[in-house]
């Protein structure tokens, strides 16, 4: 298992921007891929964006191409997600997740997007 632990969420106004960040540790995080999820209210967990394990390979989803990005730093056993022109209905807690979660699932970090 991978331990993670996720920071950098907050308040923010729609159109805004913020950068979450994903700290790792308990296994050789270089050997695995890592992702973000997301759980609105209401609703159930959602994928976001996943990145291989040297960082060549990234998928999203549709709703966030183009403005989301995710990225790593296998050196800091860190990995991130930069999102630019949030809108409200993306309120939710963020997830970090390992192997898809097989691996591990951080706490969450909540994002609050206001109109």
């Known amino acids: 298992q991978v331990q993670l632990v996720e920071s950098g969420g907050g308040l923010v106004q729609a159109g805004g921007s913020l950068r979450l960040s994903c700290a790792a540790s308990?296994?050789?995080?270089?050997?695995?891929?890592m992702g973000w999820f997301r759980r609105a209210p209401g609703t159930e967990r959602e994928f976001v964006a996943t990145?291989?394990?040297?960082?060549?390979?990234?998928n999203y989803a549709d709703t966030v191409k183009g403005r989301f990005t995710i990225s790593r730093n296998n050196a800091k056993n860190t990995v991130y997600l930069q999102m630019n022109s949030l809108k409200p209905a993306e309120t939710a807690v963020y997830y970090c997740?390992?192997?898809?979660?097989?691996?591990?699932w951080g706490q969450g970090t909540q994002v609050t997007v206001s109109s």
């Open positions: 990145i291989s394990r040297a960082g060549w390979n990234k």
């Open positions: 308990g296994r050789t995080f270089s050997s695995t891929t």
């Open positions: 997740a390992a192997d898809y979660g097989n691996s591990g």
